[in-house]
């Protein structure tokens, strides 16, 4: 009776794990962090910093086979991580804040309205950056642009995912 209780706990425990290790669809989980974004924007839009990113974040998150990370250094010192990712010491910052992508942006105030760059970084095997710009004529419509960008980033994760183990699956047959 006892051994059943263990092998009930260890099969209870697995899982729960097993959301943190792979998606819905059984393909592995892409790790993200979200830098803060940088601003260059009127005192009328400074609340969208904040909204801007936390919108993005929820929608990442939103998207099959993401999860989002929040690790301090991300928080507390973005700047240090930026030169990081411009020395192309990926690697490294992977290992830092456990995570296979990252995602900087900034968010600019126009005179005929907003504009919100972001950039993808892969933190491990590709190296290409994805630029990713949305403009937007009011505060209002940026929000719903941000979930049509989170859907883009999803679908181009994906797709190069599916392209890499191909290629990988390619490489294996020869």
Known sequence: MRLFRVALVVVTILFHWHPLLYAENGQ???RIGVLPLQTK????????KSAVRQMLLSRLASQPGFE???PRALASD????REQLRSNKSAELQQEINADLLVDGALYGLKDGIQLN??????SGDTNQTRYSIKTESADQIMAKITDLAVQIGQDVAGKEAALAKKEGEGQDQ
């Open 28 to 30: 592995p989980v892409t």
């Open 41 to 48: 924007m009127d005192e009328q839009y400074s609340y969208l």
């Open 68 to 70: 989002i990370i929040e």
């Open 78 to 81: 973005p700047g240090r991580v």
């Open 118 to 123: 972001i950039t993808l970084y892969p933190l």
